[in-house]
């Protein structure tokens, strides 16, 4: 039984940063791993990155290495998504994920997902 909430998304002007949170609003006694994924329109849901139960493993896509970095808040239930040198084309709804599979975040076989937050850069 676990539910995710995710929080942080809006607008941003291009070269600008901005922090997505995902809380397990409802969780089971066990760790999950956990990741974020983004679908712009007309296009497939893509990997973003993920990271482990114990938060001492993370996976970044290539294409947002250098300027997204995932963490972990383990006291919270949550974890973050630091976006900084956001580009138009960063434009999308970001989606949390978990599973107790770190290798299911990242092939996007996660068993729970959330209900997305879009973000968008545009000036």
């Known amino acids: 039984q676990v539910q995710l909430v995710e929080s942080g998304g809006g607008l941003v002007q291009p070269g600008g940063s901005l922090r997505l949170s995902c809380e397990l609003s409802r969780r089971t006694l066990s760790l999950h791993a956990m990741g974020w994924f983004r679908q712009a329109p007309g296009k497939e849901r893509e990997f973003v990155a993920a990271i482990s139960g114990s938060g001492g493993t993370t996976r970044h896509a290539d294409f947002v290495k250098g300027r997204f970095t995932i963490s972990r808040e383990n006291a919270k239930d949550t974890i973050n998504l630091q976006m900084n040198v956001l580009k138009p084309d960063d434009t999308a709804v970001y989606y949390c994920?978990?599973?107790?599979?770190?290798?299911?975040?990242?092939?996007?076989?996660?068993?729970?997902w959330g209900q997305g937050t879009l973000v968008t850069v545009s000036s």
């Open positions: 994920a978990a599973d107790i599979l770190f290798q299911s975040i990242s092939t996007g076989r996660a068993d729970y």
